[in-house]
Structure formats: structure tokens, C-alpha cells
């Protein structure tokens, strides 16, 4: 679904519409998508725009639904601008409203005020209601629909070109095979390759050997794979490596959370009937990021995976409130997310 005046995708994370980085932006957008590396270039092109260039401290908002009420939301989004032209206000996570609440946004996208700019934000967005529907009739809409394979691998090369590099064949097909681990990750990895090379243009298979080798980038895919077996030696494991790369736990929760998204929805393709080839194709993973996925899934039912979600939810909100304590945090998650499924 896109809704009026929807921007073809950013391969490269190019601005999604013109009028934004040109600083003129309209009153209303959505931007919806599981990969939030590129839910986070979207957001970024808003927050660099000149638009909102005036009194920033003022004048933009971001704020998350899992904090928020719709009525403090929409009161910001009625305040008109302070020593500036524009208001911004960013809305995430707003898959967290219920339906009910979703509603209480209905009069206001009917009718946007015009000097502010609302974004809202999110992992999905059920089509089926009508705070979709509204969205897409009144505000320009964007899904980021998850990736082949195949394409990640042309999505690497662009992200490399914006670095003024190019990525031999077997680099950028090697990487693909992690995506499971999220473009983010991915992206991170061309960075420090990209750095690595310095003024050379083309970036070898020896030169992924030697930047990534046993670090980082496979460190996250033991954890992943480890946590999605239930293994908690592994997964610890692979946490402490993470942890004393200096990885924060921010981003491994991050991780965490993307993981037990894909297997509640591998649950929902073997709840209809589906096999591991179909679940392979719903998720658009390589195979050998899949399997372990769909034996998880098996093994567990959606209403203990929603659980599990909600276990992820809490960690989120205690790395918030205790600074300091994260690696103790994490473990614990670890600890229940594994004994859930091994």
C-alpha cells in the first residue's frame, strides 16, 4: 500500500521525497517499515532538513509512543512555531497505540495544521484501519518492504558508491548472506571497509577478510543464531564478545527485538499452513539465516513469543532507567529469552 504521492524506494537512502531536503516538506507522513536502518536515513532527511533549520531546540520533537499519549502528541503537533517558520514533530514506535488509540489521531489527519510537519513512525502499519486509511488519504506514505537477498546486494552496492567505493562480486555477495543480521549491521561494515582501503576504489574479498575475520559482524550472528537456538552458552557467549568490542547494549537489544519479530512472524506462516520454504520467502532471509528461525518458531506458539516481545519491551525500559547496569540487563534477558526455548 502507498498512499498519494509516495516516493519510490532510497536504495541508497537517498531523501524519500525532494520537497523535504529542498526544505519545503508538507504537513504529513508516514514512514513504516522492519528495517530500522532505513526507517532511520528516512528520519534522518527530515531531521536535516532547512525547514527546521530555525530554533531546532524549539521548534523539534521526537517522541515515542511507548511514552506518549496521542494527546500530547497532537498538542504538540497544534503549537505553532516559536522564533521559526516550521515545527517539526517525530512520532516512532507508534505501532505500540492500540487500534482505539490509533483513532484519537483521525481529526487531526483529516486536518494537519499547516506549519507543523508530523511524522509518524513505525515497525508496521495494519492497512485494514482506518488510521491507515486516513494516512494515506491526507499524507504521503512510505513502507519499506523487506529485501530479497538479491537486492540487499545491490542496495550494498550503492551504499558503497555513496562512499566512493565499488565492491567485488564475492564482497558484496558475502555480506548479503548476513542479512539476517540487519542493514544497519551491513552498513557499519562497509564503513569500516570503506575506511580500511582509504584511496583505493574497490574493496576485495581479502579485504573483508581482514577488517571483519572473527569480529564483530560474525559475532552478531552467533548471538542471533545462538539466541533464536535457545542455546544460552552460545548466546552468552557471543553477548560478552559483543560487549567487549563495545557494542551497546542499545543495539544488541535492537537486534534482539528484530530476531523475535521474524520468528513471531515465521509462528504466523506455520500457523496458516506453511512450511520452512515458505517462512524463508515471507522473511527474505538466505537460507542459513532461516533455518534455525523456523525450527524456533516450531517449537513455540504466538501468544509466547508476544511474551517474549513484551520481556524485550521491559529490557528497553530498564537500560532507560538504569545507566550502568546494561551488561547486567542484558544477560538477564538472555537468560530468560534462551530458557524460553531451549
Known amino acids: 500500500m502507498a498512499g498519494r504521492g509516495a516516493a519510490p524506494a532510497a536504495v541508497a537512502g537517498a531523501p524519500a521525497w525532494p520537497e523535504v531536503a529542498a526544505g519545503q516538506p508538507g504537513p504529513l507522513y508516514g514512514l513504516f517499515g522492519e528495517e530500522d536502518f532505513l526507517l532511520g536515513l528516512a528520519l534522518h532527511d527530515f531531521l536535516a532538513s532547512p525547514a527546521f533549520a530555525q530554533n531546532p531546540s524549539l521548534n523539534v520533537e521526537r517522541l515515542y509512543a511507548s511514552e506518549t499519549t496521542p494527546a500530547r502528541v497532537l498538542e504538540s503537533a497544534r503549537t505553532l512555531p516559536f522564533l521559526g517558520s516550521r515545527r517539526l514533530i517525530v512520532l516512532q514506535e507508534v505501532e505500540q497505540y492500540k487500534a482505539e488509540r490509533l483513532n484519537d489521531f483521525l481529526p487531526y489527519l483529516a486536518d494537519p495544521v499547516p506549519s507543523t510537519t508530523l511524522v509518524l513512525a513505525g515497525a508496521k502499519l495494519d492497512s485494514r484501519t482506518k488510521f491507515a486509511k ?24 550503492g551504499r558503497a558508491a555513496l562512499r566512493g567505493k565499488t565492491l567485488a562480486p564475492a564482497v558484496a555477495d558475502s555480506l548479503a548472506e548476513l542479512t539476517g543480521l540487519g542493514l544497519g549491521a551491513l552498513d557499519s561494515e562497509l564503513e569500516k571497509l570503506s575506511l580500511y582501503v582509504g584511496e583505493r ?19 552478531i550472528f552467533d548471538f542471533t543464531d545462538a539466541l533464536a537456538q535457545g542455546r544460552l552458552d552460545r548466546a552468552l557467549t557471543a553477548y560478552h564478545q559483543l560487549d567487549s568490542l563495545g557494542e551497546p547494549a542499545v543495539r544488541v537489544l535492537a537486534m534482539v527485538t528484530r ?42 506458539d504466538a501468544a509466547r513469543l508476544g511474551a517474549r516481545l513484551e520481556r524485550i519491551l521491559e529490557t528497553d525500559l530498564a537500560l532507560k532507567s538504569s545507566p550502568g547496569a546494561d551488561r547486567v540487563i542484558m544477560e538477564r534477558l538472555v537468560m530468560d529469552l534462551c530458557a524460553a526455548g531451549g
Open 134 to 157: 486516513a494516512l494515506s488519504q491526507h499524507g504521503k506514505l512510505h513502507l519499506f518492504k523487506k529485501m530479497w537477498p538479491r537486492e540487499v546486494v545491490g542496495w550494498l552496492k
Open 201 to 219: 576504489k574497490q574493496i576485495t574479498p581479502q579485504d573483508l577478510a581482514a577488517v571483519t575475520g572473527r569480529g564483530r559482524l560474525y559475532s
Open 259 to 300: 530476531l523475535f519479530r521474524q520468528l513471531l512472524e515465521a509462528r504466523a506462516v506455520l500457523d496458516r499452513g506453511g512450511g520452512p520454504g515458505e517462512v524463508q520467502s515471507a522473511l527474505r532471509l538466505p537460507p542459513n539465516a532461516t533455518r534455525s528461525l523456523a525450527e524456533r518458531a516450531q517449537r513455540e
